[in-house]
């Protein structure tokens, strides 16, 4: 029996692993080893893909007849070649597109950055988005430069025509963070029905699993970033033991991120988004999708009807 593939596509700091976590814990679910296998990102940037036997590891341990998700939300920006190759590879996979408000999730994709220790401690906002205007599109082919995507990782119009080009409309759902965030039963179970495995089985307490905070120490905050990659597998497998380890660890070297972006940057970015959002409005009202209430806005600002 074939198995059936559901992809948690994207996008960063928008609830993925919250998700990934919430459905690893349903009996009808088989969720990869590694939340991020990262095995099509090959096809991102140009690279020869690893063999399937690797990709079929990450499930060594599913079940017959179960549904096998992963999670790697860089795929949304290997548009065509990532969503081709999902398609080639898998058969009939299910591909799931959280998307957040733009803004809010640069400020946090940043932040994040500055936590996996990706970024400068100094380097402000500002600073980082010039940096990153500067990048072109060559540039970004470079997998080093993923950690300046906080802009261009908000134009969502830009990739997402690729994936229901290659896929079809009905094998990919767009959802959004703030809906999740909110009232996340709907739309656990909508996913659940999509998947067709029982809702009933659906963990409705996402949590915050991938919460970015600051840190006390740089030194031991890289030691903690190191173990828990080596060991995610073994954390993965170990839900109530992963969750102590971090409270744990956020008390003795956590603290809270410091929001360092003026208002001023923020509504300058708010307005760089207008028309890039009014784009995607527009392509997922085709699609039949109930629109966020960010996205309500024409690219003059007022509310539509």
Known sequence: MTPTHAVIAGVNKAGTTSLFASFSTHPGVASSAIKETGYFLADRYGRPREPLS?????????????????????????????ARAIGDVLADPRVLVILREPVSRAISFFHYQKARLRLPAELGFSDYLAHADRLTDADFADPDNERFMAYRGGLYADFMVPWIFELGAERVRFLFFEDLVSDPMPVLQGIASWLEIDPAGIDADLGAENRTTGFKSSSLQRVALRGNDRFEGFLRRHMGLKRGLRSLYYRVNGQEARDTVPDGVRELLAERYREPNAQLAAQLDSLGVALADWLAVTPAGEATA
């Open 54 to 82: 690797v990709y079929d590891g990450y499930f060594a341990d599913a079940a017959p007849g179960t549904v096998r998700l992963e999670a790697t939300p860089s795929y949304f920006y290997g548009g065509a070649d990532v």
